[in-house]
Nanobody
Framework: QVQLVEYGGGSVQAGGSLRLSCAAS????????LGWVRQAPGKEREGVAS???????TYADSVKGRFTVSRDGAGKILYLQMNSLRPEDTATYYC??????????????????WGKGTQVTVS
């Protein structure tokens, strides 16, 4: 079992930046695949970025070159640095974790543990 809490959401103008954080507790997060998934009103959840146990990262095409995912050495904090934000990035961003092997880390169904989300609004 793991608990996840997101921080850092807010409102920014197009072209601006935000850094999201996800604090993990209750389990050894370093043994999990950790990911960021976003959802806009009326839209399906969209995998944004992930980082695996070995540090391998995966990004959605829509954010490549703009977003960077990372984690601390202990695996207790997950980060998402978002640069050059666009209005279409507006969504609730969720931190997610999965302890079993993940074949498609950008697919929301791969994750069993979820945070409550943090809102990002880009004008």
């Amino acid at each position: 079992q793991v608990q996840l809490v997101e921080y850092g959401g807010g409102s920014v103008q197009a072209g601006g930046s935000l850094r999201l954080s996800c604090a993990a507790s209750g389990a050894t997060a370093s043994s999990y695949c950790l990911g960021w998934v976003r959802q806009a009103p009326g839209k399906e959840r969209e995998g944004v970025a992930s980082i695996e146990r070995n540090g391998r990262t995966t990004y959605a095409d829509s954010v490549k070159g703009r977003f960077t995912v990372s984690r601390d050495g202990a695996g207790k904090i997950l980060y998402l640095q978002m640069n050059s934000l666009r209005p279409e990035d507006t969504a609730t961003y969720y931190c997610a974790a999965e302890p079993s092997p993940v074949l498609k880390p950008l697919e929301a169904y791969e994750y069993r543990f979820w945070g409550k989300g943090t809102q990002v609004t880009v004008s």
